[in-house]
């Protein structure tokens, strides 16, 4: 099964609004990362927070780790329509040769 | 270039017929990820490779799929006698490198591949 899940599969809030998607994963990592993808092609990549760090801020983005209960949150502030996207989070395990892992990601609509 | 850059964009082909997908990786980035993404889903990891040994396979769904790269720095992924469930977007990704103990894990991804089996 998928290392990482998100939640919700989809929201949609108005313009302004922050919008708040959340990450779960089962077994111990390295790191956790947060990428964008627009219309179905290639990811880009927003943030990574390492397993020692609890939380990391890149411009209107804020990225939680809580280690303990394994799941980690993206919070995007004052939401425009250009941040309409889908998100995954993505999980790195301890081992040198651990594969990267996706969750299925959230689809986030932004409302004018 | 600046970026990862993928080719053909797009690619129909007929039902058991083999297909080719190219990647070229950001120059310097010794890492490099082959993924599937069907429509609405998440991202499948294929392969990894880190210069040119693919020490992860694990993903690759069956004995059809195949992939290499060259030089340390070209890869292809080939899908023989292709079937209609392998249409997909297949994403490719080039990191800088991952090293035991430590990771440089960012992950800079190149377009994609639409191909649809028909």
């Known amino acids: 099964s998928q290392q990482g899940e998100e939640d919700p599969q989809a929201l949609s809030i108005q313009e302004g609004e922050n919008a708040t998607m959340n990450c779960s994963y089962k077994?111990?990592?390295?790191?956790l990362q947060w990428y964008r993808q627009n219309s179905g092609r290639g990811l880009v990549h927003l943030i990574l927070?390492?397993?020692?760090?609890r939380e990391k801020h890149s411009g209107r983005l804020r990225v939680t780790l809580d280690t303990s209960k394994k799941s980690s949150s993206l919070l995007i502030t004052a939401s425009r329509a250009a941040d309409t996207a889908s998100y995954f989070c993505?999980?790195?395990?301890?081992?040198?040769?651990?594969?990267?892992?996706f969750g299925k990601g959230t689809r986030l609509h932004i409302l004018p | 270039g600046a970026g990862v850059s993928q080719s053909p964009s797009n690619k129909v082909t007929e039902k058991g017929k083999d297909v080719e997908l190219r990647c070229d990786p950001i120059?310097?980035?010794?890492?490099l990820y082959w993924y599937r993404q069907s429509l609405g889903q998440g991202l499948e990891f294929l392969i990894y490779?880190?210069?040119?040994?693919?020490?992860?396979k694990s993903g690759l769904p069956s004995d059809r799929f195949s992939a290499e790269r060259t030089g340390g720095s070209v890869s292809t992924l080939t899908i023989q006698r292709t079937q209609q469930e392998d249409s997909a977007v297949y994403l490719c990704?080039?990191?800088?490198?991952?090293?035991?103990?430590?990771?440089?894990?960012?992950?800079?991804f190149g377009p994609g591949t639409r191909l649809t089996v028909l």
């Open positions: 927070i390492r397993s020692n760090e």
């Open positions: 077994t111990s990592i390295n790191n």
């Open positions: 990704a080039s990191s800088l490198e991952r090293t035991s103990g430590r990771k440089t894990d960012t992950q800079y």
């Open positions: 120059s310097g980035h010794t890492a």
């Open positions: 993505a999980t790195d395990g301890m081992g040198r040769d651990d594969k990267i892992i």
């Open positions: 490779f880190q210069g040119n040994s693919a020490p992860d």
